[in-house]
């Protein structure tokens, strides 16, 4: 399986460090990333994204603050063995955030309200 893709996106008027920090929960809640895996170095991940150290530097922080990650000083940083649950609140809006990024990708494909819920149902596993 290959590392999930993180962006930035210069037009969203999320402070970068945010949008980092929201990806990187959304992962460690959804099973992208496991208990133990390691985080991109902070210079690496400054450099593929083209931010400041320092903005890499505080979505890790906020992310170690909130007991997701634990960094240790030449061990990097690496998602916590006992990873807190996401509150329903926070659950409710990255799902909400999803669903708006979604519309609008829908839109720039020229579909309509009904063919975006279908293409949803169809996604959806029937066992779920």
Known sequence: MSAPTLRVDTQD??????QLRRQLLDLIHAGALQPGDRLPPLR??????GLAVGTVARA???????????SRR??????ADQAPAPPADDRRQALDRHAAD???????LGADRDAAFDAVRRAWPADA
């Open 13 to 18: 008027p999320t402070p970068p460090y945010e």
């Open 44 to 49: 690496q991940l400054a450099g593929d994204l």
């Open 60 to 70: 890790y922080r906020e992310l170690e603050t909130s007991g997701l990650v634990r």
């Open 74 to 79: 030449g061990g990097g940083t690496r998602v």
């Open 102 to 108: 979604y519309l609008r990708q829908a839109r720039l």
